[in-house]
């Protein structure tokens, strides 16, 4: 059974930083083509931010978090990372972790490529 796991989330002031982790289990990495995150803000769209490949080589982070956010992953740990650094009230919202077949990023432009799903974890940005 496929299954992730996000943490780290919480309440923190903007201009902090906090690390989002991802971990996997039911699978390794390799058997998907595209780890990436989502978030999801109240009475908005769920869109994708960030994807890192299995292997690790390629990377992709949303314009609107471009310079703020890195991703990043550690493949024997089968655990994946989101680095905020520098968080604004406008990025409060769930954030998802997901696996897809898909290449990053066409992976995260859209939830249609995604195969599954993590529960969640809040986010929340104070000024």
């Known amino acids: 059974e496929v299954k992730l796991v996000e943490s780290g989330g919480g309440l923190v002031q903007a201009g902090g930083s906090l690390r989002l982790s991802c971990a996997a289990s039911?699978?390794?990495?390799?058997?998907?083509?595209?780890i990436g995150w989502f978030r999801q803000a109240p009475g908005k769209e769920r869109e994708g931010i960030s994807c890192?490949?299995?292997?690790?080589?390629?990377?992709y982070v949303a314009d609107s978090v471009k310079g703020r956010f890195t991703i990043s992953s550690d493949n024997a740990k089968n655990t994946v990372y989101l680095q905020i650094n520098s968080p604004k009230p406008e990025d409060t919202a769930v954030y998802y972790c997901?696996?897809?077949?898909?290449?990053?990023?066409?992976?995260?432009?859209?939830?249609?490529?995604?195969?599954?799903w993590g529960q969640g974890t809040q986010v929340t940005v104070s000024s």
């Open positions: 997901a696996v897809s077949p898909a290449q990053c990023p066409i992976a995260v432009h859209t939830t249609f490529f995604i195969s599954s």
């Open positions: 890192i490949s299995s292997s690790g080589d390629s990377t």
């Open positions: 039911g699978f390794i990495f390799d058997d998907y083509a595209t």
